[in-house]
Structures are given as structure tokens and as C-alpha cells.
């Protein structure tokens, strides 16, 4: 709206200028010959500019009668037992939110889309790694647990206070470092000690002298574990993801021995 308005206050500045120069040549009614000339191209320049704003004017009628030709085929593809809409102007507005609404959803789609609940049991033909994880206080010996992701509603319903700067795609790339270090400390202690490593056996060795009687059947990881399988910086932003995720119930804490164990729920 504002362009149009610099534009119609140029035009009419443009009028007022060749006015002026037509009451000065009353006056002087020989005007030069450069004088006249000036005049000459300022209507013309004026004349021009209006001839542009006129093409452009029809041309956004004719894109603002095609979206109403889309709007109203939509409407009717969704209601056909309606050929014209009530109050048609309504329906319109409405299309139009909808359509934006639409193309928000479109433009900023998540990377992770989480699920939760209704999920389907465990096919034979499915690697045990991707199969889904049921809940429950016993370690299945086939599979390890993994942290579900965040939702955007469970996110939107953490405080403010909690989240400070921290987004919702940064909150669930903490939850796929989590998993990361869960999935390769439970894949060290289910290795047969035979096969281990100097390395791999002393992490083993001191994965089960973390454990405790509250955490046993419990998948679980404390910081150094997070050190070891990924690239998580562990600082005061980490505390408050860990946070975050006590918030949502993927998480909780059982200190013990100068240790926070981090146990999935």
C-alpha cells in the first residue's frame, strides 16, 4: 500500500509541475524554446507512467480473478453438493487463510515427524534395531530402548524460563544423542567378553559398576557415556536440555556414587 501511495504522490507531483510551468507562461507568454521542450517531456513522462500503472492495475485484476476461479473450484471440490458458496466474499477469506496456513505448514515442516502411541508390533521380517521398543521396567534382551522425540506441542508446553534459547529441533538433535549413546554402551555389554577389546572391556567393566540397584532392568546413560559416543558438549546448555526432557517425561535422574545417571522412561 505504501508503494502504491509513493507512486500516486509522484504522478501528482509530476501534474502539479507542468501546472505550474502552463500558469508561469501566462506571464510570459514567449516561453524558450528549452523551456518548452521541458514541458513537452514532462507530459510525456507523466503520461507514460500512468499508461504503465494502468497495465499493471490489469494485470493484478487478472491474477486476483484467477484465485478467485482456484478458491471457488477448491470450494467446490470439497463441497460439490454446493455450487455457489453463501456469502461467497466469507468463504474467500477463509480459502485464502486456509491456503496460508497451508503453505506455512508446508514451507516449515520438521525434520522429525514423532509418534507416539498405536504402534505396530514387532515383524519378524523388521532387523531388530529398527523394531519398536515397548515400555516396561525389564530390559528386553533383543533390543535397546530408545528416547522417543519431542513434540512440537510437548515443546510449545515446556516454560519459557526452561527452554531459554534453545529450539525444537536442537532439543530433539539432544535426543538423538542420547539414543546414539544408549544404542553403543547396551551394544558393548551385550557383546560376548570374548570379543572385546582392551578398550570395549574396560568400558564394559565400568558400564556394570555404574549400575545400581535402582537402575537395574533400566537402560540408562551418565555424562561420560555421552562423551564417549558423540559429539553432545556437556555445559549449563546440556543441563537445561536434560531438563527439558524431565519436563516431558523421556528422562529421569538417579544420583548415586558422585554420579547422575540419566535413566529413559
Known amino acids: 500500500m505504501s508503494d502504491l501511495e509513493e507512486v500516486s504522490r509522484h504522478i501528482h507531483d509530476k501534474i502539479s509541475s507542468v501546472r505550474r510551468m502552463l500558469d508561469l507562461s501566462v506571464i510570459a507568454p514567449q516561453l524558450p524554446p528549452s523551456q518548452v521542450k521541458k514541458l513537452f517531456q514532462e507530459v510525456r513522462a507523466v503520461e507514460s507512467l500512468l499508461q504503465e500503472l494502468e497495465t499493471c492495475v490489469a494485470r493484478q485484476g487478472d491474477q486476483l480473478k484467477s484465485l478467485k476461479v ?6 467446490r471440490t470439497c463441497h460439490p453438493a454446493l455450487q455457489v458458496p453463501p456469502y461467497r466474499k466469507e468463504y474467500e477469506r477463509s480459502f485464502q487463510h486456509d491456503f496460508e496456513a497451508l503453505q506455512h505448514l508446508k514451507d516449515n515442516v520438521p525434520k522429525h515427524m ?112 555421552i562423551r564417549e559416543f558423540t559429539q553432545m558438549k556437556i555445559d549449563k546448555r546440556f543441563q537445561g536440555i536434560m531438563s527439558m526432557l524431565r519436563h516431558c517425561q523421556r528422562l529421569r535422574e538417579s544420583r548415586g556414587n558422585n554420579l547422575t545417571r540419566y535413566v529413559l522412561l
Not at 185 to 193: D, F, G, S, T, V
Open 114 to 225: 514423532p509418534k507416539r502411541g498405536n504402534e505396530p508390533a514387532p515383524s519378524q521380517d523388521m532387523p531388530a534395531e529398527t523394531q519398536p521398543i515397548q515400555r516396561g521396567n525389564a530390559r528386553n534382551k533383543s533390543h535397546v530402548k530408545q528416547m522417543e522425540f519431542v513434540t512440537t506441542l510437548e515443546f510449545d508446553n515446556i516454560p519459557q524460563y526452561m527452554k531459554g534459547r534453545v529450539i525444537y529441533e536442537q532439543l530433539n538433535a539432544a535426543v538423538r544423542s542420547i539414543n546414539d549413546a544408549v544404542s553403543g554402551k547396551y551394544k558393548i555389554l551385550r557383546q560376548p567378553a570374548k570379543s572385546l577389546n582392551n578398550n570395549t572391556r574396560k568400558l564394559s567393566q565400568r558400564f556394570k559398576e555404574e549400575e545400581t540397584k535402582d537402575t537395574k532392568g533400566q537402560f540408562f546413560v551418565v555424562e561420560t557415556d
Open 70 to 75: 482456484l478458491l471457488l473450484s477448491c470450494y
